[in-house]
């Protein structure tokens, strides 16, 4: 017998939502990936152990129902968050900013759908050394971008799926050519205001608010959706038969930075409203007229500061802020921009 190694494993995904739940649809990215191998698990399983039987311990096991939690680790780029948030979130708005001297650049806002409950689903294929596995049914949960001096900006996300697992001959999809996003391509911005829209492909942060990007020891934003799954009654396969975002999006934010002033206390205790914007550019997309960087803006309308705790990294000063994100009347409570070569998601 001999030990069976991943190293030639891969993880790839439909860039298209199923048409229904749990129909798959053919993969077409793949992704690098850390962390756990994806696979079912029981979700309920019961025996007669509560039944009067004849017997001093149960006799009998019976797997109720089937779940799938799952979670992609990968250093970050424009496209794998793009993707990730796109599941969680729901919706997705594209278009081209300049399709004449620029037509392989594409603009994808990433907003909260809160006009639909149903979540949208993808498929997923794994490789894991010994043999491929197909997972329909597949929905975001959560993502967490996080990122700190000296290394990459990380993403992980949580996912979910109908807990059915079939063999699968699919060949590995292509891995986009996207270099991963660097403590040095991300800037921390507080205050200013937001002008145009999503719609007329204007968003922007105009004004001047104030860059903490020097100051910036780290942050991380976490975007939950709160899903809930659900088996329905009549149906006897065992897997989740739809699944649905939560009543409430719910988000953190936080971040550590080296004391310069009271800023940040004295924003906490008038409970100043600000809008915050961490864009996070890359290197510059080849091919046209070099106007354009591959590049993921994080965009919040309205945040306070709901602490901002004084601290010590040895004899350094730091502030550890943690944000309170706010719901906008125009604007929601988040928008991701993220610009690349990929032509949509969630087609």
């Known amino acids: 017998m001999t030990t069976k190694r991943i190293t030639t494993g891969w993880r790839g995904f439909s860039t298209a939502k199923e048409v229904s739940y749990g129909t798959p649809t053919g993969i077409s990215t793949a992704f690098n990936?850390?962390?756990?191998?994806?696979?079912?698990?029981?979700?309920?399983?019961?025996?007669?152990?509560?039944?009067?039987?004849?017997?001093?311990?149960?006799?009998?096991?019976?797997?109720?129902?089937?779940?799938?939690?799952?979670?992609?680790?990968?250093?970050?780029?424009?496209?794998?968050?793009?993707?990730?948030l796109a599941l969680v979130m729901g919706k997705v708005t594209t278009d081209q900013p300049d399709d004449v001297n620029d037509p392989t650049v594409y603009r994808h806002f990433m907003e909260r759908d809160l006009a639909n409950i149903t979540l949208p689903s993808v498929t997923l294929v794994e490789y894991d050394g010994i043999a491929n596995k197909r997972f329909t049914g597949?929905?975001?949960?959560?993502?967490?971008?996080?990122?700190?001096?000296?290394?990459?900006?990380?993403?992980?996300?949580?996912?979910?799926?109908?807990?059915?697992?079939?063999?699968?001959?699919?060949?590995?999809p292509t891995v986009i050519g996207e270099s991963y996003l660097r403590?040095?391509?991300?800037?921390?911005?507080?205050?200013?205001?937001?002008?145009?829209?999503?719609?007329?492909?204007?968003?922007?942060?105009?004004?001047?608010p104030t860059s903490f990007k020097a100051d910036l020891l780290s942050f991380d934003w976490t975007m939950d959706n709160q899903v809930k799954t659900f088996y329905e009654m009549g149906d006897s396969s065992g897997y989740v038969t739809r699944a649905e975002r939560g009543d409430r999006?719910?988000?953190?934010?936080?971040?550590?930075?080296?004391?310069?002033?009271?800023?940040?206390?004295?924003?906490?205790?008038?409970?100043?409203?600000?809008v915050f914007h961490i864009p996070v550019t890359g290197a510059v997309i080849a091919g046209g007229s070099g106007s354009f960087n591959?590049?993921?803006?994080?965009?919040?309308?309205?945040?306070?500061?709901?602490?901002?705790?004084?601290?010590?990294?040895?004899?350094?000063?730091?502030?550890?802020?943690?944000f309170q994100v706010l719901e906008d009347t125009t604007y929601g409570s988040v928008i991701v921009k993220v610009i690349n070569e990929q032509?949509?998601?969630l087609l």
């Open 294 to 322: 591959y590049s993921c803006d994080l965009i919040f309308p309205k945040v306070v500061y709901k602490e901002a705790k004084k601290d010590r990294d040895g004899e350094v000063l730091t502030v550890n802020a943690e």
């Open 249 to 274: 999006f719910q988000q953190t934010l936080n971040a550590t930075l080296e004391m310069q002033d009271d800023s940040h206390k004295s924003g906490l205790v008038n409970g100043t409203e600000y």
């Open 183 to 208: 403590y040095g391509d991300v800037n921390f911005n507080r205050g200013g205001s937001l002008s145009g829209s999503v719609a007329g492909g204007d968003l922007a942060v105009v004004g001047s």
């Open 138 to 172: 597949l929905f975001g949960k959560s993502v967490k971008i996080s990122g700190s001096r000296g290394d990459f900006v990380k993403l992980e996300a949580q996912f979910g799926g109908m807990g059915k697992e079939e063999p699968n001959a699919d060949s590995k």
């Open 343 to 345: 032509t949509g998601y």
């Open 33 to 84: 990936f850390e962390g756990p191998i994806t696979d079912v698990q029981p979700n309920e399983v019961q025996t007669d152990e509560n039944e009067t039987t004849g017997l001093n311990e149960p006799s009998i096991q019976e797997v109720l129902n089937w779940k799938l939690d799952g979670t992609h680790q990968q250093r970050a780029m424009p496209h794998n968050m793009a993707y990730f």
